[in-house]
């Protein structure tokens, strides 16, 4: 499959993907620190979001979307507007199968709830981190080690 993989400079998930023989590429304003730079683009995803994509898994940045920043949500009407545009228009794509991540927040609320919640424990990680989900034609994870 042809996997785009938005809003990740790390690569984790794109190199991941290519281990399963999947053509993946990382899409970010940054430069990818993954080292891989042959599979990132470094420019905003709109620009790259109609070549042709198989799937879409997208990490859209939560700083002004999720609760933990609810007190400051009065400050940051304007940056709020504008993420809420971007996780949004992520969702309006045609492409056929894709994935939003993003902790608790007004997502929930402003989009609508999320197909799943899950923990990194569910996976084998101790960490504590409630994470939605947002999917279209995916299947829900299962977990796999929960610790």
């Known amino acids: 499959m042809k996997v785009l993989i938005a809003c990740e400079e790390s690569q984790a998930v794109t190199i991941e993907l290519r281990k399963l023989g999947h053509e993946a590429f990382s899409c970010d304003l940054q430069d990818c620190t993954g080292g891989h730079p042959e599979w990132h ?71 609508r709830k999320p197909d799943q919640i899950i923990q990194p424990y569910y996976f084998g990680d101790e960490a504590q981190k409630t994470t939605c989900l947002w999917l279209k034609n995916i299947p829900q994870l299962q977990a796999t080690d929960i610790v």
């Not at 109609?50 to 400050?75: K, Y």
């Not at 545009?85 to 969702?91: E, K, S």
């Not at 045609?94 to 997502?107: F, L, R």
């Open 41 to 111: 683009f470094k420019q905003d995803v709109f620009e790259v979001i109609d070549m042709g994509w198989d799937m879409m898994i997208a990490f859209p940045p939560c700083d002004h979307l999720a609760v933990s920043g609810a007190r400051w949500f009065e400050t940051k009407q304007v940056e709020q507007r504008k993420a809420i545009w971007f996780f949004v228009a992520l969702t309006q794509t045609k492409i056929p199968t894709w994935a939003i991540e993003n902790p608790i927040g007004i997502m929930s609320t402003l989009y």
